[in-house]
């Protein structure tokens, strides 16, 4: 059974403060690990798709990375408006391997 | 364009009673998902549909869920006699295909309180 395990739980930034979110995984046959932000309220926002260990992705202040056990996602300087729910999910073989598997997601609070 | 919208935003009702929810996909978009977000849970997947077909049910939490989608377009999820523990969020997304490479697109979501 695909497993997802974020880490950590919630992080607490000062502006311009980069760190890193993890995401480790266990999946039967990777068709793709995705990342998504959700702010309250709101459906998750797609940011990234990685397919392949040593893979990379950058978007503005984030840039996410894939190996074969786990991905990180790098926020260098954030400012408050990256405050949001970050959420990491792999496709894989099961679930007839069209559904996402889901995390439970990094809350990401950047203060001024 | 458009995204995708579902309706209601929110919904309290009754235990023992039927609630149906709907989803509007993005527009030319022939895959269609469920899932739902319980507090502190992760987003837990329901069904797909391939078009107008749901090939595989088994992620519906028990029988008293079921889904359906026609004309390719609108998906509706129906529970019946909700029971406190349906209380959650339910995500409605779509994609252009079913391919790994084809994003999926959420909406806002339909906040169920069951009372």
């Known amino acids: 059974e695909d497993q997802v395990t974020q880490s950590p739980e919630a992080l607490r930034l000062q502006e311009g403060e980069s760190s890193s979110l993890n995401c480790s995984y266990t999946?039967?046959?990777?068709?793709?690990l995705f990342w998504y932000r959700q702010d309250p309220g709101k459906g998750p926002e797609f940011l990234f798709t990685?397919?392949?260990a040593g893979e990379e992705k950058e978007k503005e202040r984030l840039k996410a990375t894939l190996t074969k056990k786990e991905s990180f996602l790098h926020i260098t300087a954030p400012k408050p408006e990256d405050s949001a729910t970050y959420l990491c999910a792999v496709r894989g073989n099961s679930n007839s391997g069209y559904a996402l598997n889901f995390g439970k997601g990094t809350s990401l609070l950047v203060t001024p | 364009g458009a995204g995708v919208s579902q309706s209601p935003s929110n919904k309290v009702t009754e235990k023992g009673k039927d609630v149906e929810l709907r989803c509007d996909p993005i527009?030319?978009?022939?895959?269609l998902y469920w899932y739902r977000q319980s507090l502190g849970q992760g987003l837990e997947f329901l069904i797909y549909?391939?078009?107008?077909?749901?090939?595989?049910k088994s992620g519906l939490p028990s029988d008293r869920f079921s889904a359906e989608r026609t004309g390719g377009s609108v998906s509706t999820l129906t529970i019946q006699r909700t029971q406190q523990e349906d209380s959650a969020v339910y995500l409605c997304?779509?994609?252009?295909?079913?391919?790994?490479?084809?994003?999926?697109?959420f909406g806002p979501g339909t906040r169920l309180t069951v009372t």
């Open positions: 990685l397919y392949s």
């Open positions: 549909f391939q078009g107008n077909s749901a090939p595989d």
């Open positions: 997304a779509s994609s252009a295909g079913l391919a790994a490479s084809y994003e999926q697109y």
């Open positions: 999946v039967s046959g990777l068709r793709g």
């Open positions: 527009s030319g978009h022939t895959a």
